[in-house]
């Protein structure tokens, strides 16, 4: 089975614009420019695409994984707690003959739109190529193993496949996350530090015979 990818909200941050516009919720992240595409200037969009690029899972109930509910004071029914302002696939608070009700799933429920997962943790390494000297500073997940954090690497150099890959001189497993391997996080190395930020652990890369691209 495929692993899911892994995105750090600095990540989702970044896709916030109308043509390109993802946020996450309860631990997933979604892509919802098809969903803009599709509902193109419909007022009831604004209340997405003012929190682009951010995390809304307070709009939810984490064990219903519903939009949050609560009671009207003017009708006493439950309805949609939206404070933002009624968004789409929302009923309107009063029942009209004019709302298309035949979208199927709401946007929220509908996998369609699912990307990846949000990171529980972030980890910033620092990858050192000792062939060139060349020092790289990576904010990485910490869910992602070794062979994930290199395809992160790539862009920086396409032949990562072809270095061994250490830290404190032994050789890393990379189907293993960064905690199996034993490297601890800058919070772990320099806990209580005003500084603590400042520091990261670093990775080695040591050169092979072969040119492997990726």
Not at 8 to 24: A, G, Q, R
Not at 134 to 156: A, G, H, K, P, W
């Amino acid at each position: 089975m495929r692993r899911p990818k892994y995105f750090t909200p600095n990540e989702v941050s970044v896709h916030n614009t109308l043509n390109d516009i993802w946020v996450s919720y309860l631990g997933k992240v979604y892509d919802l420019t098809p969903l803009l595409e599709e509902y193109k200037g419909d007022v009831l969009l604004k209340p997405i695409t003012e929190c682009a690029g951010k995390d809304i899972s307070h709009w939810f109930d984490p064990k219903t994984k519903d939009i949050l509910t609560h009671v009207d004071p003017l009708t006493g029914c439950i309805k949609y707690y939206t404070p933002r302002g009624r968004f789409l696939h929302i009923s309107p608070p009063c029942p009209r003959t004019d709302w298309p009700n035949d979208f199927g799933k709401p946007w929220w429920k509908d996998n369609r739109y699912e990307v990846g997962l949000l990171s529980a943790k972030t980890r910033w390494i620092r990858i050192i190529n000792t062939l060139t000297s060349q020092e790289q500073r990576l904010e990485v997940c910490s869910e992602e193993t070794l062979d994930e954090i290199l395809q992160r690497y790539l862009r920086y150099n396409s032949h990562a496949a072809s270095y061994t890959w250490k830290h404190n001189g032994v050789n890393l497993d990379m189907s293993k996350t960064l905690s199996e391997n034993g490297i601890p996080a800058e919070d772990e190395l320099y806990c209580g530090s005003p500084d603590c930020d400042l520091f990261s652990p670093s990775i080695c890369l040591y050169f092979n015979d072969d040119l492997t691209e990726l």
